[in-house]
């Protein structure tokens, strides 16, 4: 099961509900199954995020680690736990974010192969006003192809992600998934 994750086309994010200090995230598939747990360490200086097979957190799939400690254009560094190679990362468009959230997501050597954006400017101006309102982005390679999509759904009290990645997405799942957890972990956050 342990590379299952990534190979899902559906799955969900889900906030755990009581946990007092950083964040943890169920992933469950289509049919409700538990898939993985994502856990962001509480009181470290840099953002760091480890995503694992279960909540016994036995064995760990992705390390997603902030480069710098305050970084208005935050950058993430996505690293395979069982090899310890950097898969890419994902870095934040400071003031563009502002208005509607865009990230660049670039492979193992920094170079640019997709872009994270909210689908729409009118919906993102709107849940800065009224953080309850959901959102959802686009995830579109450079060159063209399938994109994946990462919708909010409606809760004023779970926070939950719901990822499509088509098939003939062309884009590393792991990258994929990594940056889905990157934005239920920073957008949850801001409700």
């Known amino acids: 099961m342990t590379r299952e994750l990534f190979e899902?086309?559906?799955?969900?994010?889900?906030?755990?509900?009581?946990?007092?200090?950083g964040a943890g995230?169920?992933?469950k598939d289509a049919h409700d199954r538990m898939?993985?747990?994502?856990?962001?360490?509480?009181?470290?200086?840099?953002?760091?995020?480890?995503?694992?097979?279960?909540?016994?957190?036995?064995?760990?799939?992705?390390?997603?680690r902030a480069r710098k400690i305050i970084d208005f254009s935050s950058?993430?560094?996505?690293?395979?736990?069982?090899?310890?190679?950097?898969?890419?990362?994902?870095?934040?468009?400071?003031?563009?974010?502002?208005?509607?959230d865009t990230w660049e997501v670039f492979d193992a050597d920094d170079r640019p192969i997709a872009k994270l954006q909210e689908s729409s400017a009118g919906m993102a101006m709107l849940s800065r006003l009224l953080p309850i309102v959901p959102q959802t982005f686009t995830l579109a390679p450079l060159g063209g192809g399938a994109a994946a999509t990462m919708s909010q759904r409606f809760n004023p009290f779970v926070y939950?992600?719901?990822?499509?990645?088509?098939?003939?997405?062309?884009?590393?799942?792991?990258?994929?998934?990594?940056?889905?957890v990157l934005i239920a972990v920073i957008e949850g956050r801001q409700e």
């Open 8 to 21: 899902l086309s559906d799955y969900t994010l889900r906030r755990k509900v009581f946990k007092l200090l």
């Open 25 to 27: 995230f169920h992933v």
């Open 35 to 64: 898939m993985g747990y994502s856990e962001q360490k509480a009181f470290k200086m840099r953002e760091d995020v480890r995503v694992f097979t279960d909540e016994s957190k036995t064995e760990e799939l992705v390390a997603i």
């Open 75 to 100: 950058a993430y560094d996505v690293v395979d736990s069982e090899t310890g190679v950097k898969v890419g990362g994902a870095r934040r468009k400071g003031f563009t974010s502002m208005i509607r």
């Open 160 to 180: 939950k992600l719901d990822v499509h990645v088509p098939q003939s997405c062309e884009l590393d799942r792991r990258l994929v998934f990594a940056v889905a």
